[in-house]
């Protein structure tokens, strides 16, 4: 599949990417044919906020169960064998909403509804490919808006400023692979995002670099090299995606995989969070956070049900 990539960005032809998150089930449309295939995305960061109503309930796991799983990372973690890991967890929703209204009614920079099977609405950017300049975005530190001081509190919390440092390590590294001169262009900076009931404030970094000429005719190699994304899994990838499938306990699926859009010319795409998938079970909202050491199980668990939510 990464081969029929490289021929369709050779030839300019432009085509909608989406992987797993293991990048083990990958599926490209060619626009052309995106409506055929019942597929909707858009990629827009000046768009217009729907107005709506909090859409779903939520269940999630308990407490108990979910910090035998963090213990269990934090073991790993003392062992030397990962020094950050994403935990996530699904949580059972339930709404009289299709994921078509969903992903109508979802205000976000990322947006994709993948036939009757999932939605996702991401703030988080993958990689962007312009004229020879690649870049990623990782997102890292999350805090209320509505806290006192809360720009300089998560930017002065030594755990956040240990795990998100990690990550842009991680990723300077992987974007080594694939591009000449990469540096980090702008080093935790604040942004605002909407969720719902209230405005969060996410902590991201800039890190680009450069890519030869022709490099259309290698992005699927490109892909191949970057994926699991780095930001939703930890360091070291290949390790950490080993405990990621041992503790987790379930398929993460397409979530935390990532789409891209190929337009003939450019390359932009998206991290899958924020996202509901179809299970025989009903729906399910799968979200999670980064485990370092210095981790406190109840904040992380927190954290993870306050990512569940429409925004």
Same mark, same amino acid.
């Given at each position: ?87 996530? @967890?699904?949580?059972?929703?339930? =709404? ?15 947006k994709?509804r993948?036939k ?5 609405f ?7 490919i ?5 870049? =990623? ?65 996410q ?20 892909? @191949?090299?970057?994926?699991p994304?780095?930001?939703i899994?930890?360091t ?41 998938e ?17 981790s ?16």
């Amino acid at each position: 599949m990464f081969n029929y990539i490289n021929s369709l960005a050779k030839a300019k032809e432009p085509f909608l990417f989406v992987s797993d998150f293991k990048a083990q089930h990958i599926d490209v449309i060619l626009l052309k044919d995106l409506a055929k295939a019942d597929v909707e995305f858009c990629i827009d960061e000046g768009y217009k906020k729907n107005l709506h109503v909090e859409c779903f309930t939520k269940k999630v796991v308990s407490f108990e169960s979910y910090k035998k799983k963090f213990d269990k990372v934090i073991e790993q973690i003392k062992c030397g064998n990962t020094y950050l890991l994403n935990l996530t @967890q699904p949580t059972k929703i339930e =709404t009289n909403l299709t994921l078509k209204e969903i992903y109508s009614l979802a205000n976000a920079h990322y947006k994709l509804r993948y036939k009757e099977r999932f939605v996702c609405f991401s703030p988080e950017k993958f990689i962007q490919i312009n004229n020879n300049k690649i870049s =990623t975005y990782p997102m890292k530190g999350t805090i209320d808006a509505s806290i006192e001081g809360a720009k300089e509190k998560i930017l002065n919390n030594q755990k956040e400023m240990a795990e998100h440092t990690m990550v842009v390590d991680l990723l300077r590294n992987d974007l080594s692979m694939v591009a000449l001169n990469v540096r980090v262009k702008k080093f935790r900076y604040i942004t605002k995002i909407d969720s719902g009931k209230k405005t969060l404030l996410q902590v991201s970094s800039h890190i680009s670099g450069e890519l030869r000429d022709g490099w259309q005719q290698h992005l699927g190699d490109i892909l @191949q090299k970057l994926l699991p994304a780095g930001s939703i899994s930890g360091t070291p990838k290949k390790k950490t995606v080993e405990i990621i499938e041992d503790v987790e306990g379930y398929e993460r699926g397409f979530f935390s995989g990532v789409f891209g859009v190929f337009d003939g010319e450019s390359f932009d795409s998206g991290v899958m969070i924020r996202f509901v998938e179809r299970t025989k079970d009903g729906l399910v909202y799968k979200s999670g956070g980064g485990i370092t050491l210095d981790s406190d199980a109840k904040s992380e668990y927190n954290e993870m049900v306050d990512k569940v939510y429409l925004p």
